[in-house]
């Protein structure tokens, strides 16, 4: 029973399995029918698309492709497969196939991308993509390519882009967020923004903000789907910020975008506001205008004004005969202008029209004629004024200028009229004034040609405000020309007036010409006399600051002597300290300067000629300025003597040479020139108050570039400089000013700017011979060794300064800080000083009223008196006499030991 059922068994399995395989083999077969019938549906549609297919290897080898494609290459399958790109096309494409083949290789992406050849009938378009195909591993295998022909659409889109770039008037591609996506060239054109400016900013921001809510309903009306208004007209801003007429046509938005063409129609808009006006100012003109036919001599039609002049309407007056409107007395004068201005174009008349009820009245006709572009004449146009008052005012007007033209030319001032800017009338004084021997050389020219050009804007102006408002204008002092060219200063004054039915001016002219020269010198003196002053002023606070700088830099000087005496010249400290010496010494000169400004350094005067210290000093004055520029020398015959320091006049000829060099920089000629001049009574002012007498003059004149006037007048200032920073301290021409003032003399320059540049020096001329410089004897000094010195100085640094280089040298030194001071020290009789040594300007008992009272009680004693005053300033002001011993700060040790020496053993 068992071995039954385990045999049952067995069979209903075996048969369970050959269901099973039968169920299987079923679905094989089904499945390769489906799967025979999608590889004949694939091999159809790749024997039938037009498409190109082909497959490659890893190797980019082929190993299938398509009819399309054979029948492209014009080969056969055979030919094409196992063959690579290098065998089937040129190069340079075989070698982009390569690189497109490589990079999907490497990516494992597909490629796509268009390209273009060009064939036998033009150019052709592909779109090709290539992708990679994967085997059961997921490795690359081999490589799909398939090519596109697409050269219809491409040919469409560039057919599209150039007649939308072509397009005249402006097309756009817009979006529905309300920014452009498109635009042609005609929107930069118009508008003058790039298409990056158009594209990037919403359209609204470009919209008059008048116009802003009828373009949002516009644009609205298109996001509904519907047509929108028919011809749709905005204002669109442009790049320079004006704006224009826009005249839109559109379609309705659809999938977002909206498609539309402006137009500009700026200039259609502009020319129906310009016609409208005209319209407006042909019917509310206050002149009568009427148009009229040419070859009816009929009126076509006129403006209110023309009929109401007429007492008709203008139906009444539209078709009626030009000559009814008229006197029949005027009829042969109307037609002859008719006809002159069909003619000529334009002509003007008076005659005599009428109305219905039988009036007339005078009036002024003014016709053009209007040709087409055929030269026919199209019609005539003429403007009607009543001239009635007119000429009631004519004739009242030639009653009136004949009174007026009778007071008018006997008046004693120039009087004229001017109208429309020219002379119309004027009297027998005023004929004069310009220099005309009769009427007709000035009658109908311009006013402003007779006026100087520094004037003519300002007279222009006044005409204009005489003429056009009216109104008068404020007494004037101008300059007028003669016929001749000849200047004459006048005062002018003019009111309002009409004369032959025009608006003008009476004016009214003074001749003031000799006032104004007596003013110009008198301002001229006023102003030289201005600046001698200026100059004086800074001359005494530079002379006050150089006193004090004196006392600062003597301890400075010769402490930095003294010191450098103390370190050998090898050592770094005696470099340092030789430094701040040469530093003091170079500000000493500087103070020097200053005095020589301030005209209170000391002078050693005698009697020299000038033309002697030019020739003395000429090789030195050639070998210091450069070779390219030709010192010339023009000397006077005779000698000129003055009374003068030839090293102070070596000093103004190096000072102005060397700025004259400065004016040269590409070399040019420096003149030197002395003569001689009478400066006659009366004639002291036009020299800065020189006496009357005979003077000595000194022109020196360069070539170079000239001073302009701002320059010159302060060219003569300390610190004053037109060089640039550090070429130059602004003191050589003020030390040349002080010198001269010192001399008695004076110097003026003459300049302008581009020109040359030329400055004359008056000294005072003496009869008196030229001295002759006597060698100086001198004596071999002792040394001072225990003398006994008295030190009085007020500023504790020159005291300090003097009581220590003295003491160095051995001298016996008692110091005091005044006058009071001093007399103390000396009242005990404990000390008893050989020499006194004092300031001569202290606070209380100033040098010299110390020197009376010490010699009182010690009669033999000597003395020397310092300052950092001049000695000329201090003997001006009776602090010293001549001949006395005197030592000018700042002053150097060995200066200082050589003085109290030489006094110790000469005496003061």
Known sequence: MSEKLVGDASEQGELNLRQELETARRRIEALEMELSGQQSFTETLLETTPDFFALKDRDFVYRRVNPALCRFLGKSAGEIIGKRDAELFPPADAALHVALDAEVLRSRQSLEDDWNIDDSEGKVWFRVKKAPVFDSSGQVSGILCMVRDVSRGKRAEIEFERLFNLMPDMACIASSSGYFTKVNPAWRKTLGYSENELLVAPFIDLIHPEDLEATKAEVALKHSGQEGTLNFVNRYRAKDGSYHWFEWNSTPIEEGILYAIARDITARIEQEIQTRRWADAFRLCAHGIAIGDPYTNQVLTCNEAFARLCGRSVKEIEGIRILSLYLPEDYEKVMSNIAMVDRCGFVSYHARMQRPDGSSFPVQMDVVSVRGEDGQLIYRVATVQDITERLESQRALRESEERFRSVVESAPDAIFIQTGGCFAYL????????????TEEILGRRIVDLIHPDYRDL??????QL???QQAVPILEERILRLDGSEVYVEVSAVPFTFAGQQGALVFLRDIDRRKKAEEERAGLEHQLFQSQKIESIGRLAGGIAHDLNNLLTPVLGYSEMLSHAFPETDRLHKRIDVIHHAALRARDLVR????????????????????????????LRRTIRANIDIRYHLHEAALVIQGDASQLEQIIMNLAVNAEDAMPSGGELLMNTSTLVIEKGQERYFEGLPAGNYAVLTVTDTGTGIDREARAHIFEPFFTTKPKGQGT???????YGIVRQHGGIIQVSSELGASASFRICFPLSESEPEEVQPVETRPLQVGKGAKVLVVEDDEMVRKFVVQALAEEGFDIREAEGGEAALALLENGAFMPELLLTDLVMRGINGRMLYEKVKSIMPGIKVIYMSGYTRDIISRHGVLDEGLTFLQKPFAVPVLLDKVREVLQNGG
């Open 459 to 464: 007279v222009a102006g006044r005409i204009r």
């Open 467 to 469: 003429n056009i408002s």
């Open 730 to 736: 602004g003191l050589g021409l003020s030390t040349v």
């Open 593 to 620: 300067q200053l005095l020589a400004f301030s005209s209170r350094q000391s002078l050693e005067f005698r009697m020299i000629d000038l033309n002697g210290v030019l020739r003395d000093f000429e090789q030195l």
């Open 427 to 438: 009297n027998r004084s005023a004929i004069s004034l310009f220099g005309a021997s009769k």
